[in-house]
C-alpha cells in the first residue's frame, strides 16, 4: 500500500523484515552508490545481505550518519556495519567511503561532503528511533533547517551523546530508493507519524525525509499503530 509517498511491505517478524530489506540491498551491490544505516535494527540485515550476495566489487558504500568516534569504538555505526557486512563478504566494496568520525565533526561533515559531492545515492537505509528520529537529524534539531548542504554535524538527541555527522533532508532526497528499516512496538508511535496521515513536521524528522521512491519495511508490531 502506498500513502504520502511512502510505499509500506508489513511482515510478521523482525527477521522476515530483515530479509526483505537484505534482498534490496544484496540486489543494489550489484553496481550501485549504498548508504547504511547505523543502530541495531540493521545488523541482522546486512548480516543476510552477505550471506546472498558475497561480491560487493560493484558497489560503493556510504553511510547515511556516523558518531563522531573513531572507527574501532563499540559506538561506531562503522564498526558496527563492518562486523555484520563487510568482514563477511569475498569481494569488498569498489570504494568504501566512510565518514571519518575521529575527526573533529564540523571537519569530519566537510572531507564527507567533498567525497560525496552532487551524487544521488541508488539507495539509502534508514532506521527510525522512537522519538521519530533518522540518521541523526533530530527532533527540531538546526540540521533539519538545511537546504543547501549535504553534510552537517550534529549534536545527539539520544545515546550515546556523541556528536554527529549526518545527511542533510535534501541530500536523503535526491535518493533514487530510500529504504526505512523499522520494527518493534516501541516504534510504533515513530511510524505512524512519520508515514501515517499526520502533516510532516520537525517533531518527526522521518516525516520529512523521502526520496524518488521511499519503501518501509515494517514489522508488524511497528506497523500497529498505521490506520
Ligand atoms: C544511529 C542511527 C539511528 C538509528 C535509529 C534506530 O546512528 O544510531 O543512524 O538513526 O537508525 O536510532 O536505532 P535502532 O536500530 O538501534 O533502534
Known amino acids: 500500500m502506498a500513502r504520502k509517498g511512502v510505499d509500506f511491505l508489513v511482515v510478521n517478524t523482525a527477521e522476515e523484515a530483515a530479509q526483505e530489506a537484505a534482498a534490496r540491498l544484496a540486489a543494489v551491490a550489484g553496481g550501485g552508490q549504498i548508504a547504511l544505516a547505523g543502530g541495531s535494527t540493521p545488523r541482522r540485515a546486512y548480516q543476510i545481505a552477505a550471506e546472498r550476495r558475497s561480491d ?6 556510504w553511510w547515511g550518519d556516523e558518531r ?9 555505526n562503522y564498526r ?10 569475498e569481494v569488498q566494496p569498489r570504494v568504501v567511503h566512510r565518514i571519518r568520525g575521529e575527526l573533529a565533526p564540523a571537519e569530519a561533515a566537510d572531507d564527507y561532503a567533498r567525497e560525496l559531492g ?8 534508514l532506521g527510525l528511533g522512537p522519538d521519530g528520529h533518522t540518521a541523526s537529524l533530530f527532533p527540531n534539531s538546526p540540521a533539519l533547517e538545511e537546504r543547501e548542504r549535504t553534510v552537517v554535524a550534529a549534536e545527539p538527541g539520544r545515546e550515546p551523546l556523541v556528536p554527529r555527522v549526518t545527511l542533510t533532508i535534501p541530500a536523503l532526497a535526491r535518493a533514487r530508493i530510500v529504504l526505512f528499516l ?3 512496538g516501541d516504534k510504533a508511535a515513530a511510524v505512524a507519524r512519520a508515514f501515517g496521515d499526520a502533516e510532516p513536521s520537525a517533531d518527526t524528522p522521518a516525516s520529512l525525509v523521502r526520496g524518488g521512491e521511499t ?13
Open 56 to 61: 560487493w566489487g560493484g558497489a560503493e558504500v
Open 68 to 76: 563522531c568516534v573513531p572507527p574501532d569504538d563499540e559506538r561506531s
Open 80 to 89: 558496527m556495519t563492518h562486523e555484520a557486512l563487510l568482514a563477511r563478504l
Open 118 to 125: 552532487d551524487r544521488a545515492l541508488d539507495l539509502v537505509l
Open 182 to 184: 523499522v520494527d518493534g
Open 215 to 227: 519503501l518501509a519495511i515494517l514489522d508488524e508490531a511497528a506497523a500497529s499503530q498505521l490506520s
